[in-house]
């Protein structure tokens, strides 16, 4: 017997005496929504994704969207999204892939942390009138300095290992070609190129209109090995090798054949219309072992001039995990939490596999420092930072630095309606379209991405400076700047930090 | 033609090596023996161009990574990947070789006198002209061509009967043949792959990689030219293809 159909998710309508049949949003809307009959708009809601393009082009404010216009019968434990995940997987016996990052209602850590600020002591510093350091170093720091004198001089005889030079503690993550638009890429590049910041290749390659800009970006090496010969290697500013991404921990990816255009093709060096595929692990990384084979091999290729990270999934075991990658040569660790993004996961790796960035940084620094070893590598978080407090926070737990990917993409237009695995995206974003893609201006786009990065690193020089901190190394890993709210015992020494009032 | 440039490698470190090989090419030297080899990773890593390195030795892990060019000698066995993520060139190993020999190999050649460990020629890719090929002499072990998604993978048998009897062949192949000697048992194929007849076609296009590869090892070939092989193709190109359904 048939199932039916269900819901719709979302209902458009049109106020018809505002709109002025302008048909901004026939054109824009890419999922077929809107269509002309007879001189009037007609709408199919079924086709909406909630993605608001049609509502920002609206020149009267026309347009209105209700999420989910029929109810269901209310209940706690079969929600509406229970109930539509089963009747899919009835009707097709398959693995269900979702777009964006994880969307259960988990209780978010970093809304439960607090900041400090000065009052009376100790007086907070104004950012206009005192310089604040904000400059990062991502990379190994010496355990110690030796000098050698030198007819008065003083020469620094200890080998420094290369550096990232960061202007604010603010990168933006690996977002590859393919899943993203080259327009998409190519503002994001120009945007940190603006701001003296870094942005993550993905896994893919390198387009040649990202190469103006290859000082700036960290290229990566994952398990597929796409797009990676010595010449990617030596343009990256760095090399990061993924093993895992914290929306989808344990399992690899592919990029369906219908996504792999002429000139990602090119860039991925795959023939146009093949799956490329991403097994799972990398099959020449079994144990740390091969991990620090891996990290040295990239050295030798690229003559130890070259930072190299390791990013992965933040998972139960991951200050082990981070300690251990901290004894392979790595240059950096890249945690991401269990709400980072992705263009296409399995739902139920998405919503249900690996931990919060929060715990996860507080759990590695606290390791690394236990073990001596926190200046072998940096700490770079990444996984659902939304604003500049989720960055304070981060810094506070003892990150380094962090890995901004949704945020970057909102201040491009996305609205995080989570259809990315479409190839749709009407924004120009998550599409290979060239009609779409057209719609984003990357001198604009870059503009917006910039002006976002600059906005948090003036809030962070205020917060900073509130809280009496003039440096950013005085921010890092200072948990006592920081304090719990209604958070259990458990977390709170996790975390270490202490409750409110305490 | 120049003298070649004989370097003692007995008790260095690998870096110090590599060092040496990498200013050695970058100030013309066109020819390098490496002496004494024990160990050593790394040996022709990211290297271009269009010299030859010959090791005398056991050199160690990821010989020839990423190496885009040259060609390296190496009399005996190989550690663990070479030729990993290799662009062109090639690595003629007159020995055996560890696991994930030629590991995501993009472009070049491979040839392995005697026998491999697992996962051989896994994820090797090809695109336009650049087609890798890794031959092996003897046998393989396990998940021969493991996610393979181009290129070739030619294993000879010699000294084995069956060429291949570890499982797992060609498992989540998407690109790219393996071509065995003899009869490949259907129950040693991994999921994805299938066993199709072998042609006088077939024999016509490998043929100059069999002729290669016996030259190097001074081998007969002879012998080995008839459609006395299996040839490994992936059963689908969209393996992971029906697998999922959308939220």
């Known amino acids: 017997m048939s199932l039916g159909s269900v819901p719709l998710k979302y209902k458009i309508s049109i106020d018809r005496d505002q709109c002025m049949k302008c048909m901004r949003c026939?054109?824009?809307?890419?999922?077929?929504?809107?269509?002309?009959?007879?001189?009037?708009?007609?709408?199919?809601?079924r086709k909406c994704t909630a993605?608001?393009?049609?509502?920002?082009?609206?020149?009267?404010?026309?347009?209105?969207?209700?999420?989910?216009?029929?109810?269901?019968?209310?209940?706690?434990?079969?929600?509406?999204?229970?109930?539509?995940?089963?009747?899919?997987?009835?009707?097709?016996?398959?693995?269900?892939?979702?777009?964006m990052g994880n969307a259960v209602d988990y209780p978010i850590?970093?809304?439960?942390?607090?900041?400090d600020a000065c009052q009376v002591t100790n007086p907070s510093i104004d950012p206009?009138?005192?310089?604040?350091?904000?400059?990062?170093?991502?990379?190994?720091?010496?355990?110690?300095?030796?000098?050698?004198?030198?007819?008065?001089?003083?020469?620094?005889?200890?080998?420094?290992?290369?550096?990232?030079?960061?202007?604010?503690?603010?990168?933006?993550?690996?977002?590859?070609?393919?899943?993203?638009?080259?327009?998409?890429?190519?503002?994001?590049?120009?945007?940190?190129?603006?701001?003296?910041?870094?942005?993550?290749?993905?896994?893919?390659?390198?387009?040649?209109?990202?190469?103006?800009?290859?000082?700036?970006?960290?290229v990566q090496i994952a398990s597929g090995r796409f797009g990676v010969d010595i010449d990617y290697l030596e343009r990256g500013a760095a090399i990061e090798i993924?093993?895992?991404?914290?929306?989808?921990?344990?399992?690899?990816?592919?990029?369906?054949?219908?996504?792999?255009?002429?000139?990602?093709?090119?860039?991925?060096?795959?023939?146009?219309?093949?799956?490329?595929?991403?097994?799972?692990?990398?099959?020449d990384i079994y144990s740390i072992e091969d991990l620090a084979q891996l990290v040295r091999s990239l050295k030798e290729a690229t003559n130890w001039e070259k930072p190299v990270f390791v990013k992965i999934a933040a998972v139960h075991n991951?200050?082990?995990?981070?300690?251990?990658?901290?004894r392979s040569s790595a240059d950096a660790v890249v945690i991401d939490g269990f709400k980072g993004g992705t263009g296409a996961a399995p739902k139920v790796f998405r919503d249900n596999v690996g931990i919060p960035i929060e715990a996860a940084i507080a759990a590695v620094d606290q390791k690394l420092n236990d073990q001596g070893i926190r200046n072998e590598v940096s700490i770079i978080a990444s996984g659902g930072i939304r604003n500049s407090g989720d960055l304070a926070k981060s810094i506070a737990l003892g990150a380094d630095a962090v890995y901004i990917g949704t945020a970057s993409l909102i201040a491009l237009g996305c609205r995080v309606c989570g259809n990315c695995y479409r190839g749709l995206c009407p924004w120009g974003i998550a599409t290979q379209k060239p009609e779409l893609v057209n719609r984003i201006?990357?001198?604009?786009?870059?503009?917006?991405?910039?002006?976002?990065?600059?906005?948090?690193?003036?809030?962070?020089?205020?917060?900073?400076?509130?809280?009496?901190?003039?440096?950013?190394?005085?921010?890092?890993?200072?948990?006592?700047?920081?304090?719990?709210?209604?958070?259990?015992?458990?977390?709170?020494?996790?975390?270490?930090?202490?409750?409110?009032?305490? | 033609m120049a003298e070649p440039l004989v370097i003692d490698a007995k008790g260095m470190h690998y870096t110090p090596l590599n060092r040496q090989i990498r200013e050695a090419l970058a100030s013309g030297v066109k020819e390098i023996v490496l002496n004494n080899v024990l160990g050593q990773r790394f040996i022709g890593n990211g290297l271009r161009g269009d010299a030859k390195i010959i090791v005398n030795g056991v050199p160690g892990g990821d010989l020839g990574m990423f190496m885009s060019g040259p060609e390296c000698e190496i009399f005996g066995d190989a550690e663990h990947a070479p030729g990993n993520t290799m662009d062109n060139g090639a690595l003629i190993i007159h020995g055996s070789a560890g696991d994930a020999v030629a590991h995501s190999m993009r472009g070049g050649k491979v040839f392995v006198e005697g026998n491999i460990g697992y996962r051989g020629g896994i994820h090797m890719k090809q695109y336009e002209c650049k087609r890798p090929i890794l031959v092996i002499g003897g046998t393989s072990h396990a998940f021969l061509g493991e996610y393979m998604a181009g290129g070739l993978i030619?294993?000879?048998?010699?000294?084995?009967?069956?060429?291949?009897?570890?499982?797992?062949?060609?498992?989540?192949?998407?690109?790219?043949?393996?071509?065995?000697?003899?009869?490949?048992?259907?129950?040693?194929?991994?999921v994805g792959a299938k066993k199709v007849d072998f042609t006088e076609e077939d024999l016509e296009n490998v043929a100059p990689v069999i002729k290669e590869f016996c030259e190097r090892f001074d081998i007969d070939p002879k012998p080995f030219l008839d459609t006395n092989y299996s040839k490994i193709v992936p059963a689908s190109a969209r393996p992971f293809a029906g697998k999922y359904t959308w939220e």
């Open chain 1, 441 to 502: 201006d990357s001198d604009v786009g870059a503009e917006n991405v910039a002006n976002l990065i600059h906005a948090w690193t003036l809030e962070l020089s205020e917060l900073m400076g509130a809280a009496g901190l003039n440096s950013i190394e005085s921010l890092r890993g200072n948990r006592e700047r920081l304090r719990g709210y209604m958070l259990d015992q458990g977390l709170l020494d996790v975390l270490k930090i202490e409750s409110v009032g305490a």
């Open chain 1, 318 to 326: 991951v200050a082990a995990i981070a300690a251990g990658i901290a």
């Open chain 1, 109 to 115: 850590i970093f809304d439960r942390l607090v900041l």
């Open chain 1, 128 to 218: 206009l009138r005192e310089p604040m350091e904000l400059r990062t170093y991502i990379g190994k720091k010496p355990s110690k300095l030796e000098f050698t004198k030198n007819n008065g001089d003083i020469d620094l005889k200890t080998k420094l290992s290369p550096n990232l030079k960061l202007d604010t503690p603010l990168m933006i993550g690996h977002m590859s070609y393919g899943a993203i638009s080259l327009n998409a890429q190519l503002s994001l590049a120009k945007a940190v190129a603006k701001t003296g910041t870094f942005m993550g290749t993905g896994e893919g390659g390198m387009h040649e209109a990202i190469y103006p800009y290859q000082d700036h970006t960290i």
């Open chain 1, 26 to 45: 026939v054109d824009n809307c890419s999922y077929g929504v809107y269509r002309v009959e007879d001189d009037k708009i007609l709408i199919d809601s």
């Open chain 1, 51 to 99: 993605c608001h393009r049609c509502i920002s082009m609206c020149p009267r404010d026309a347009i209105n969207l209700q999420e989910r216009p029929v109810d269901y019968r209310s209940h706690p434990l079969w929600t509406v999204e229970a109930r539509e995940d089963v009747i899919n997987q009835a009707r097709t016996g398959k693995i269900i892939l979702a777009g």
């Open chain 1, 242 to 283: 993924k093993v895992g991404q914290g929306a989808k921990p344990g399992i690899g990816g592919h990029l369906p054949g219908e996504k792999v255009c002429a000139d990602v093709s090119c860039t991925r060096m795959i023939p146009l219309g093949s799956d490329a595929i991403s097994p799972a692990p990398h099959h």
């Open chain 2, 154 to 190: 030619l294993v000879l048998g010699i000294g084995h009967e069956p060429a291949v009897q570890d499982r797992g062949i060609g498992s989540g192949i998407h690109g790219g043949e393996i071509i065995i000697r003899g009869d490949v048992d259907e129950k040693l194929l991994g």
